[in-house]
């Protein structure tokens, strides 16, 4: 097979000296038969006439030879690219068109395609990815999976189970690096020993955690390493500040390591040990482990779950009714893209399909117009085959040109596609980590789709047009093709326009929800205080009280206030408390620690009571107030401004097995209610919250709010500056303003929006030009017939009724097509909606009038053009 | 030409090739001449189709083709067998013993 294949390719490209070699054998044959001839005795003449005649033609036998060649086939074919390119050139405007539309069909869903490649395809950059898993437990009861588990549990797990071969435990937390330069709050990640090995991967530099190092350790990230000790690799075994203690450096990472591949955006910068913490109940251990070679999935959570009710049983307190859940690590990476990415890769198959639609009516007209070529052909012994092949070859050369430009559009979109990536998604942090260019599996899917969108808009127009022709009958069939893929186009174009316009007013209204305070000139920044001098509360409030004292003071600076968890972060700590009395109720609510001047600050309106005042401190009763949501919830019809609840306080204490987290019960009075904002996110409803002082329930993080007379971003420098005067050694990290917050929060659908608005914007485009073409084509086959009317009196917008009446019918069953299509599939849009249904009508009449108005303008001015024709000539015509 | 001699049967052509090949080396006159003798120059093989089939052989990998000196000095084209030609010789061989006993034994008993 393979030196058949050679074979012919050689024939293929040595075709001269093929040629000659046969020349020369069949020559020596011929005179060797003369020759014996010769020898028996006859004239030369004679010998030469009987050879010929035994031989048979000469041409003949060098045709048939070429054919045992096998490479006849693909020299007709470049024949009929060769003529396919002619007829193209001959066609320029027809060639530019059709190209142009392909290209746009098909870079859009290359571009699409290698997002998907990259977020989806592409293999997680660890040792055989598809055997690490991550551990939930899952409550039996509500079916719930937790993300964390305790340390106890993580430890019983990794002994008991075989079915692993390795397993580790880690989680987040943030890091202040002091001691060099400019103090940084960065991201880090604790984690159990044999993380990195059970990843497959080595360090570049020294070593990892191994199970008898000293807590204060640490790995850092090539890329810190290189930011802020120069890259010297004297490093290891040196000392440098955290959370102010020294620790020491174990190894660097290697270039462009990343884990864990998150979802939430930020790769950690550098590596701890966890601290072990002995409660059973306190959950804070991500698990991931490496399945064992030959060990499937299905074992392993049966032995895991094995495990599992083994501690329930043991341990009923914390670990009743508590199952585990296993899920792939690449899979569990990417939840909640993968949905998305089918819906842009839906809604860009739609503007191919758009595209294909119009190409192929364009080749309708074009074969209509090339029926005397055809039929000339055909007289002179072309069979139908051989023409529809012609007609295929140009097709593909079509859909190829289309193809290579597409590639170069997509080419052209992915740095714009990149930057547009909502940040905290699997979008953005598998793009950042693996990259985002076109690869071999991009480009392979390039061509089969050009392939593909060949056979979409080449095969019907090439079996209508090589049909052999019977009276006006076929064209009239062909009219009436070209019209139903027309009402076809329209209703493509429907369903991506209506799930533009739903996702546009979602994000509009996502944009103008009430937020609950005034988001304009508010500056926004971190600081966590580390290091022994902020062990206990008194020092941590201490500072936070000159810090606001300085920024107060500050010439632009309008009011400042400070809070634990700032809103639209989508970050606060809940927690339970009681409502005391003879029936005692239990309350959920997320607590905040805020100074003051925050509500001021922010604009969030007093409703009842009072404010927290300055002289709310550490020697006063505890007091809180509560947002218009606790109050409702809590004491629907009464008000709660006196009432006394009883708060809980988390406390951690260091013993010598761990740290250990312990609850303290403690009093309060609510004071006052404040209005509700949205904390969670912008589509958040409001949740029960209460705010208590900061000198109360002091903290060591907390975000800094500006509210700021001119452009807040250009007070930066000096907040910074006297923040820093206060104590040098703290980070302040998370400087943004509220305005970008709000931006940020609503980047998932904006990027989302801005596909498909795109895609529908294409669609709209391409849906014109088909419908101005059909048209304009079909009044010029009709000028004959136009002129016919005028002359016998018809006026110009009679005509102009007639012309459109008859394209308005399959316009109207597109749209009606449409309109069905949207109702069933902008559900899938659902999730990226808010506070519209995907079915709202007013979205959906919308549509319809913005199409109907693009489409009737596509209709009217070739039919106008029509009327203006002059009856003489129009008689005249053909 | 006498009338006894008879036309080739479709596709068997390929086969005598082969088989003639199968003894040496051969150029395409040679073979045509050795079928011509051999069969008693009752099969009537039309000469110019003898060079397609040999290129088609040659395409198909059964037999490859050199160029060399003949017998009198002159360039000529040698056909040669490959390994598999001679398995495909052997095949179509027992093909065509297999066939010719049928037809036969139906003709006998029929």
């Known amino acids: 097979m393979l030196s058949d294949l050679l074979y012919r390719l050689?024939?293929?490209?040595?075709?001269?000296?093929?040629?000659a070699e046969?020349?020369?054998?069949?020559?020596?044959?011929?005179?060797?038969?003369?020759?014996?001839?010769?020898?028996?005795?006859?004239?030369?003449?004679?010998?030469?006439?009987?050879?010929?005649?035994?031989?048979?033609?000469?041409?003949?036998?060098?045709?048939?030879?070429?054919?045992?060649?096998?490479?006849?086939?693909?020299?007709?074919?470049?024949?009929?690219?060769?003529?396919?390119?002619?007829?193209?050139?001959?066609?320029?405007?027809?060639?530019?068109?059709?190209?142009?539309?392909?290209?746009?069909?098909?870079?859009?869903?290359?571009?699409?395609?290698?997002?998907?490649?990259?977020?989806?395809?592409?293999?997680?950059?660890?040792?055989?990815?598809?055997?690490?898993?991550?551990?939930?437990?899952?409550?039996?009861?509500?079916?719930?999976?937790?993300?964390?588990?305790?340390?106890?549990?993580?430890?019983?797990?990794?002994?008991?189970?075989?079915?692993?071969?390795?397993?580790?435990?880690?989680?987040?937390?943030?890091?202040?690096?002091?001691?060099?330069?400019?103090?940084e709050r960065l991201d880090g990640l604790r984690s159990t020993p044999g993380l990195f090995a059970l990843?497959?991967?080595?360090?570049?530099?020294?070593?990892?955690?191994?199970?008898?190092?000293?807590?204060?350790?640490?790995?850092?990230?090539?890329?810190?390493?290189?930011?802020?000790?120069?890259?010297?690799?004297?490093?290891?075994?040196?000392?440098?500040?955290?959370?102010?203690r020294t620790y020491s450096v174990l190894g660097v990472l290697p270039p462009h390591f990343h884990f864990p591949p998150s979802r939430w955006g930020r790769a950690p910068e550098l590596f701890v040990p966890v601290i072990p913490n002995p409660d059973r109940g306190w959950h804070y251990l991500r698990v991931i482990g490496r399945l064992a070679p030959d060990i499937t999935e299905q074992q392993a959570g049966t032995e895991m779950n094995g495990i599992a009710a083994r501690l329930a049983q043991a341990y009923p307190d914390t670990n009743r009714d508590q199952g585990i859940a296993l899920d792939q690590l690449s899979q569990y990476v990417v939840s909640g893209v993968r949905e998305t990415m089918w819906v842009l890769l839906g809604a860009v198959a739609f503007?191919?399909?758009?595209?294909?639609?119009?190409?192929?009516?364009?080749?309708?007209?074009?074969?209509?117009?090339?029926?005397?070529?055809?039929?000339?052909?055909?007289?002179?012994?072309?069979?139908?085959?051989?023409?529809?092949?012609?007609?295929?070859?140009?097709?593909?050369?079509?859909?190829?040109?289309?193809?290579?430009?597409?590639?170069?559009?997509?080419?052209?979109?992915?740095?714009?596609?990149?930057?547009?990536?909502?940040?905290?998604?699997?979008f953005?942090?598998?793009?950042?980590?693996?990259?985002?260019?076109?690869?071999?599996?991009?480009?392979?899917?390039?061509?089969?789709?050009?392939?593909?969108?060949?056979?979409?808009?080449?095969?019907?127009?090439?079996?209508?047009?090589?049909?052999?022709?019977?009276?006006?009958?076929?064209?009239?069939?062909?009219?009436?093709?070209?019209?139903?893929?027309?009402?076809?186009?329209?209703?493509?174009?429907?369903?991506?326009?209506?799930?533009?316009?739903?996702?546009?007013?979602?994000?509009?209204?996502?944009?103008?929800?009430?937020?609950?305070?005034?988001?304009?000139?508010?500056?926004?920044?971190?600081?966590?205080?580390?290091?022994?001098?902020?062990?206990?509360?008194?020092?941590?409030?201490?500072?936070?009280?000159?810090?606001?004292?300085?920024?107060?003071?500050?010439?632009?600076?309008?009011?400042?206030?400070?809070?634990?968890?700032?809103?639209?972060?989508?970050?606060?700590?809940?927690?339970?408390?009681?409502?005391?009395?003879?029936?005692?109720?239990?309350?959920?609510?997320?607590?905040?620690?805020?100074s003051p001047d925050y509500f001021r600050t922010m604009g969030i309106p007093l409703l009842s009571g009072r404010e927290l005042l300055t002289a709310d401190s550490a020697g006063t009763p505890l007091v809180g107030v509560v947002n218009r949501s606790l109050a409702q919830k809590y004491w629907p019809n009464e008000n709660p401004v006196g009432k006394t609840i009883i708060a809980t306080r988390a406390?951690?204490?260091?013993?010598?097995?761990?740290?250990?987290?312990?609850?303290?019960?403690?009093?309060?009075?609510i004071v006052g209610v404040v209005g509700d904002v949205r904390q969670l996110g912008l589509d958040a409803p409001p949740d029960p919250?209460?705010?208590m002082p900061y000198t109360q329930w002091a903290s060591s993080e907390m975000s800094l709010v500006l509210r700021t007379a001119s452009d807040p971003s250009s007070l930066i420098p000096v907040a910074k500056k006297e923040i820093w005067r206060v104590d040098p050694d703290q980070p302040v990290t998370d400087i943004r303003t509220m305005d970008e917050l709000v931006s940020t929060e609503a980047a998932g659908r904006r990027f989302v929006l801005q596909l498909i608005g795109a895609f529908a914007a294409i669609a709209l485009v391409l849906a014109a030009v088909g419908i101005y073409g059909v048209v304009s084509y079909g009044t010029r086959q009709r000028t004959h017939e136009i002129g016919i009317r005028m002359a016998l009196g018809a006026r110009g917008q009679q005509i102009l009724w007639l012309v459109a009446g008859q394209n308005a019918k399959w316009l109207l069953i597109g749209i009606t097509t449409g309109v069905a299509s949207a109702l069933a599939l902008t559900r899938l849009l659902t999730a990226y909606l808010y506070a519209v249904r995907p079915t709202d009508p007013l979205t959906f009449v919308a549509v319809s009038l913005l199409l109907l108005a693009v489409a009737m303008l596509a209709v009217y001015i070739p039919a106008r053009r029509a009327t203006k024709v002059d009856p003489m000539v129009a008689l005249r015509y053909e | 030409m006498s009338n006894e001699r008879i036309d080739l049967p479709q596709g068997t052509l390929d086969l005598l090739i082969l088989k003639t090949l199968a003894l040496e080396p051969q150029?395409?006159?040679?073979?045509?001449?050795?079928?011509?003798?051999?069969?008693?120059?009752?099969?009537?093989?039309?000469?110019?189709?003898?060079?397609?089939?040999?290129?088609?052989?040659?395409?198909?990998?059964?037999?490859?083709?050199?160029?060399?000196?003949?017998?009198n000095n002159r360039r000529a084209k040698y056909y040669e067998l490959t390994k598999s030609g001679r398995k495909q010789l052997e095949a179509e061989e027992s093909a065509w013993r297999k066939l010719i006993a049928a037809v036969g034994q139906v003709l006998e008993t029929a």
């Open chain 1, 428 to 594: 953005f942090t598998r793009v950042h980590d693996a990259g985002f260019k076109l690869n071999s599996t991009v480009f392979t899917f390039a061509v089969l789709l050009s392939v593909l969108s060949c056979a979409l808009f080449g095969l019907l127009p090439a079996w209508r047009t090589t049909k052999p022709a019977r009276g006006s009958g076929a064209s009239v069939r062909t009219g009436r093709i070209r019209s139903v893929l027309i009402g076809l186009e329209v209703a493509l174009s429907f369903v991506l326009l209506a799930g533009a316009g739903l996702m546009m007013k979602s994000l509009v209204r996502l944009l103008g929800v009430d937020v609950g305070f005034r988001t304009e000139r508010l500056l926004t920044m971190d600081v966590s205080l580390a290091g022994e001098k902020y062990s206990s509360a008194e020092n941590q409030a201490a500072f936070f009280g000159q810090v606001l004292q300085r920024l107060e003071s500050l010439p632009s600076v309008l009011s400042v206030g400070a809070t634990v968890d700032l809103p639209l972060t989508r970050s606060w700590t809940r927690d339970s408390f009681e409502i005391p009395g003879p029936n005692p109720r239990q309350g959920l609510a997320a607590y905040h620690a805020v």
């Open chain 1, 22 to 183: 046969l020349d020369e054998e069949l020559r020596a044959h011929f005179e060797r038969q003369v020759e014996k001839y010769i020898q028996s005795g006859l004239t030369r003449e004679e010998a030469a006439r009987r050879a010929r005649l035994e031989f048979g033609g000469l041409e003949q036998v060098k045709e048939e030879c070429r054919d045992s060649w096998g490479v006849t086939l693909i020299q007709a074919l470049l024949r009929d690219v060769r003529y396919g390119l002619r007829q193209l050139r001959r066609t320029p405007g027809f060639t530019a068109v059709a190209v142009v539309t392909l290209a746009l069909g098909i870079g859009g869903n290359v571009a699409v395609f290698s997002l998907l490649d990259t977020v989806l395809l592409r293999p997680l950059p660890y040792l055989h990815p598809d055997r690490l898993y991550m551990f939930f437990p899952v409550e039996a009861e509500s079916q719930r999976a937790m993300v964390a588990s305790s340390y106890p549990n993580f430890q019983d797990w990794h002994e008991q189970s075989h079915a692993f071969e390795a397993m580790a435990g880690y989680h987040g937390e943030s890091l202040s690096l002091t001691g060099t330069a400019e103090p």
């Open chain 2, 27 to 71: 150029h395409g006159w040679a073979v045509s001449e050795r079928i011509q003798q051999i069969s008693s120059e009752v099969l009537r093989i039309q000469q110019g189709s003898l060079y397609p089939a040999l290129h088609r052989l040659e395409r198909r990998g059964w037999i490859k083709a050199k160029w060399g000196a003949s017998e």
């Open chain 1, 351 to 426: 503007v191919l399909l758009i595209a294909c639609t119009n190409v192929a009516n364009l080749l309708l007209s074009q074969g209509a117009t090339r029926e005397r070529e055809i039929a000339i052909r055909t007289a002179v012994g072309a069979t139908r085959s051989r023409l529809l092949r012609q007609l295929l070859t140009e097709s593909l050369l079509l859909a190829g040109m289309g193809g290579a430009l597409g590639v170069a559009l997509a080419y052209w979109t992915l740095p714009l596609m990149a930057s547009a990536l909502p940040q905290h998604t699997s």
């Open chain 1, 199 to 244: 990843l497959g991967i080595l360090p570049l530099l020294g070593r990892e955690f191994s199970p008898s190092d000293d807590p204060h350790v640490v790995l850092l990230t090539y890329e810190l390493w290189r930011r802020r000790f120069g890259g010297n690799a004297a490093i290891i075994g040196k000392s440098i500040h955290l959370e102010g």
């Open chain 1, 689 to 691: 919250e209460l705010f």
């Open chain 1, 651 to 669: 406390v951690e204490q260091s013993t010598s097995k761990g740290t250990r987290v312990e609850f303290k019960q403690q009093e309060l009075e």
């Open chain 1, 10 to 19: 050689r024939a293929l490209s040595r075709r001269k000296s093929m040629e």
